[in-house]
């Protein structure tokens, strides 16, 4: 069975501090697809990443960045230079097979004060 | 372009009543079409999935059915809401699977 566990509930930062989020999976598949969305206020799923279990590049997108590792499932995602906008929750998510049942973690509410 | 539409925004039902939440998807053929559920502050739990017209899979028991009448539209049903059916509901597409794409949400309370 596919597990995702996002162990921080909710983290606090100050504007312009970085800030990592923690994302460590459990699968048996040997190709899955990990993803992270966030989820604003207003309640909708932002897509930000997906990567396939053969990519272990780390990735740069802006101030975001995602650290992938095999070796200890885990699919961490850092904001470098933290913004009031980047309010959220959270949700790292996992795929076993292409368009096959997303699982997503509990989800981690970043707030970031001004 | 592929896009989600799903409604209504928000809904405010009484316990035992009945329950219909419909999603489209255009501009995509036979995707595979979910329903979540996301209690109030809590992760997203998946409720049904389908991989084609009347192919319904459900994943918790629940007082809650989905059907799929057509290739792209997908509904979310119950004959008689319980307080605990309260909740934020996500339709999302899957296009053969590169990617998930979320509908908007639907906030349902139950009173």
């Known amino acids: 069975a596919q597990k995702v566990t996002q162990a921080q509930t909710e983290i606090s930062v100050v504007e312009k501090e970085d800030v990592t989020l923690d994302c460590v999976y459990e699968?048996?598949?040997?190709?899955?697809?990990l993803f992270w969305y966030k989820q604003p206020p207003s309640g909708e799923l932002v897509f930000l990443i997906r990567?396939?279990?053969?990519?272990?590049q780390n990735e740069i997108s802006g101030r975001y960045s995602w650290n992938f590792q095999k070796s200890t499932s885990s699919f961490n995602f850092t904001i470098t230079a933290s913004q009031v906008v980047d309010s959220a929750v959270y949700f790292c998510?996992?795929?076993?097979?292409?368009?096959?049942?997303?699982?997503f973690g509990a989800g981690t509410i970043l707030r970031v004060k001004s | 372009s592929q896009t989600i539409h799903q409604w209504p925004a928000t809904l405010v039902q009484p316990v035992g009543s009945p329950l219909s939440l419909e999603c489209t998807v255009e501009?995509?053929?036979?995707?595979?079409l979910y329903w979540y559920r996301q209690a109030a502050g809590r992760g997203l739990q998946l409720l049904f999935y389908?991989?084609?017209?009347?192919?319904i899979s459900s994943e918790v028991p629940q007082n809650l059915s989905a059907s799929r009448p057509q290739d792209r539209q997908f509904i979310l049903s119950s004959k008689k809401l319980l307080l605990s059916d309260s909740g934020f509901y996500l339709c999302?597409?899957?296009?053969?699977?590169?990617?998930?794409?979320f509908g908007s949400g639907t906030r349902l309370t139950v009173v």
């Open positions: 990567r396939n279990s053969f990519d272990e």
């Open positions: 389908s991989v084609g017209i009347g192919q």
């Open positions: 501009g995509t053929s036979n995707p595979n």
């Open positions: 998510a996992l795929s076993p097979e292409y368009g096959n049942k997303l699982v």
């Open positions: 699968t048996r598949d040997t190709t899955y697809y």
């Open positions: 999302a597409f899957s296009p053969g699977g590169y990617g998930y794409t």
